[in-house]
């Protein structure tokens, strides 16, 4: 949730946001997410893991959370959120009123606004929380993180989940993008140790190395 709103707070509006999300594999665009489930409950959630992990939570602004709430714009069960939601109308506008909030705690953008960057900034802080439970003993292993976070929290299916994502793209490359990140957004991109530990070692794999043919 960190990473969706700073983008927005960086002037990645809610139909970019939701077009390259959903380019990339997500089930559903993510400004769209948000709207479903809540943006009061986004609230709260950002609000307590703040709490709990303040070093992991930074980069984007929790105020703007509250004052979206305040506004009454709740997503789709207010009818207002990222977008108006009309009765009988399929048509989805951008909300104005939530534009003119994130435009008041924006953002000026640091690095690439290529897609794929956005899409990585996205993506990496996900993996990353991931290998950490995985490293933490709250997951018992690899695959049933995959396995989570596809069913449970809407991973890109096709990319396999957080840990096969990480055996595909490459340890060592998401590493090395992450620290780029990190240099140019704060502490939240440092990667956990374990993956690290995958970087520095090519011979270590969260899911077996497929058999040749």
């Known amino acids: 949730m960190g990473e969706i709103l700073r983008l927005l707070q960086e002037g990645v509006g809610p139909k970019r946001l939701d077009a390259i999300s959903k380019a990339y594999g997500f ?6 997410l948000m709207d479903e489930v809540g943006i009061d409950v986004a609230q709260h959630v950002a609000e307590d893991l703040g709490k709990a992990f303040p070093q992991r939570m930074v980069g984007s602004d929790v105020n703007v959370l509250r004052e979206l709430v305040a506004a009454g714009f709740l997503g789709r069960k207010t009818g207002k959120g990222n977008y108006m939601y009309e009765e009988k109308s399929k048509e989805r ?3 104005s009123g939530a ?9 000026e953008p640091k690095g690439s606004n290529e897609d794929e960057d956005l899409q990585l900034r996205l993506v990496s802080r996900f993996v990353n929380e991931a290998v950490l439970c995985l490293q933490e003993g709250i997951l018992n292993s690899p695959g049933d993180g ?6 449970g929290l809407g991973f890109p299916p096709f990319r396999g989940g957080p840990f096969r994502f990480v055996d595909t793209y490459g340890a060592d490359k998401l590493v090395a993008r992450m620290h780029a990140f990190r240099d140019l957004y704060g502490p939240q991109f440092e990667p956990c140790q374990m993956l690290l530990d995958h970087a ?3 011979s270590k794999r969260f899911h077996p190395s497929p058999k040749k043919q």
């Not at 995959?146 to 069913?151: E, L, N, Q, R, S």
Request: aromatic share 12%; proline share 7%.
């Open 93 to 95: 506008n951008v909300n």
């Open 27 to 32: 089930p559903i665009g993510l400004a769209t």
């Open 146 to 151: 995959d396995i989570g976070a596809v069913f």
């Open 200 to 202: 520095k070692d090519p």
């Open 99 to 107: 534009e003119d909030i994130y435009n008041k705690y924006r953002i």
